[in-house]
């Protein structure tokens, strides 16, 4: 009996290891509401009826959308999906899909900030960084054709009502990348560990 759950446990193990050498990521299940299919195509018609963010370079403020948002540059993609709060951490999930035809992309989790209540009359204002743990994204890069799913994480917030977000990420190529998102969080039920 022990030896049969001992074998299991390696087979399993060499199944999974396997899968990440392959593919470059376990991929965490993908939330039914906001289906993104294995060919890269993903399904617009979400849920909370987001279409896809552009980055606002007016000047002026930020439009906030709710989750889930997404915007693209120059052939990359990025989607955050939802947000959790714990109290060492804020951190959001997300994919970035990359859609060049030869260039490999990487996150830098380093340059992660985000701000709560940015522009709000009666809530105070908080900026951020990133949280020095980021083991999904650190080091990681996604190949042309592919994408990566996890949670990047920033230092916790301490403002317990939050209106809205940015969140700003850069990601790393032949060219660097800069994304900006203006999030709703009116209403938001976060997520928690």
């Known amino acids: 009996m022990v030896k049969k ?3 299991g446990l390696v087979c399993g193990s060499i199944v999974f290891t396997g899968a990440v050498l392959m593919n470059g990521t376990p991929h965490a299940a993908q939330d039914i509401d906001n289906p993104v299919s294995i060919d890269n195509n993903y399904v617009a018609e979400t849920a909370g009826g987001n279409e896809k963010s552009t980055p606002n370079k007016s000047g ?5 959308q709710k989750l889930p948002v997404t915007q693209t540059t120059n052939g990359v993609e990025v989607t955050i999906h939802s947000i ?3 109290g ?11 859609g060049t035809a030869n260039e490999t992309v990487a996150v830098d989790p380093t340059r992660l900030t985000v701000q709560a209540n940015h522009s709000s009359a009666d809530k105070s204002s908080e900026k951020v960084g990133a949280s020095p743990t980021n083991p999904d ?17 920033g230092q916790a917030l301490t403002e317990k009502e939050l209106e809205s977000l940015i969140v700003e990420l850069s990601l790393d190529g032949s060219e660097q990348r800069a994304f900006s998102f203006a999030i709703d969080c009116k209403n938001l039920k976060f997520r928690t560990l």
Do not use: M, Y
């Open 5 to 7: 759950f001992v074998l």
């Open 60 to 64: 002026s403020e930020p439009q906030l």
């Open 84 to 86: 959790r709060r714990t």
């Open 88 to 98: 060492q951490t804020t951190d959001f999930e997300i994919t970035i899909k990359n």
């Open 137 to 153: 994204f650190t080091g990681a890069t996604i190949l042309p054709g592919k994408e990566r799913h996890g949670w990047i994480s």
